[in-house]
């Protein structure tokens, strides 16, 4: 039985189709699906429609939030929550593939290495409409090392591709309460999240199959809010423990955007970890010396209050 757990903000239609593949999947297999919705309280009864009308709601308990909690503590608070010993995350603007969550759990099943806590797939990417981009997908696969035959690794070698995606993976409740939650994670918590599972020495399997479809859109958290907090990406790359002789092929991967790491931290007044970001042997002389290099350089140099409202920081 599986704790299926649906972190919520707005999006009432995209709610409906998340919800929608949620009741393609085997019944048999969940336990339970609780949705924690982060919306204002304006779009509460519009959720609460889409719940009553998705042929689920005997399995759904509704938990709305005010204040909102923010985007990790409230799935961490659904973690804490659930009553079964597999959490699948599922986010409501995200939609899992019909047979999904059986080919997860089976995967779970028939695993005997008791290090495997994790169990992920592949996913396609789609709009804001719901139209899957092949392209765009198949270059998300490259970059994330979602290709090729089925493989059960320890999870440094997964982060050295940030193979784990953000949800739609099947892990151990009791993983995920260890491991969810750090002080410094910014809005990278998945990320975080894959770096102490592979630090606690936990293994995870890739089934090479299509478990998900994940939106990608203008208004996402990160695209409307802050922006991705780099910087703190960077920190949980520097504490991931990898081979020595995989040191190398971490810094390739992780250490290419030092001057985007640099503004990230001066936009949050760490002005010391900004220079130490800006002087780093990793920024190659090249991009040293482009406009770009300079434009950082300037902002490096004039008072925070200056430059702050140009770039219409949002706390």
């Not at 399997?205 to 939106?215: D, E, G, L, M, T």
Request: hydrophobic share 40%; glycine share 8%.
């Amino acid at each position: 039985m599986i704790s299926i757990l649906v972190p919520a903000y707005a999006r009432p239609e995209q709610l409906g189709e998340a919800l929608a593949s949620i009741a393609q999947q085997d019944r048999s297999l969940i336990g339970e699906i609780i949705i924690g919705d982060d919306s204002p309280r304006s779009y509460w009864a519009d959720n609460q429609a889409v719940v009553a009308a998705s042929g689920l709601a005997d399995l759904i308990e509704y938990l709305p939030s005010e204040p909102s909690k923010g985007t990790y503590p409230n799935q961490w608070f659904l973690a804490s929550r659930a009553m079964y010993d597999h959490l699948l995350f599922l986010h409501n603007d995200d939609q899992l593939c019909p047979g999904a969550l059986r080919l997860l759990a089976n995967a779970c099943i028939q695993q005997t290495d008791p290090r495997v806590k994790l169990w992920f797939g592949t996913q396609l990417i789609m709009d804001e409409a719901g139209v899957v981009d092949p392209e765009r997908s198949g270059a998300s696969d490259q970059w994330y090392g979602r290709q090729g035959p089925g493989a059960t690794r320890p999870g440094w070698a997964w982060c050295l591709t940030e193979s784990i995606p953000s949800n739609a993976f099947l892990v151990e409740r009791a993983t995920y309460l260890q491991c969810m939650r750090g002080e410094r994670d910014g809005n990278v918590g998945d990320w975080a999240f894959a770096v102490r599972l592979a630090n606690s020495g936990g293994w995870a399997q890739f089934i090479a199959q299509v478990v998900s479809r994940y939106r990608v859109q203008a208004g996402s958290v990160t695209s409307a809010g802050r922006g991705v907090d780099a910087h703190r990406a960077y920190e949980l790359a520097r504490e991931l423990r990898v081979p020595p002789e995989m040191e190398a092929a971490k810094r390739e991967r992780f250490n290419r955007y030092m001057l985007v790491v640099a503004v990230r931290y001066a936009r949050d007044g760490e002005r010391m970890n900004a220079w130490r970001s800006f002087l780093s042997p990793d920024v190659a002389w090249r991009e040293r010396l482009s406009l770009r290099s300079g434009q950082v350089l300037l902002m490096l140099l004039t008072p925070r209050p200056l430059w702050r409202w140009t770039l219409r920081y949002k706390n």
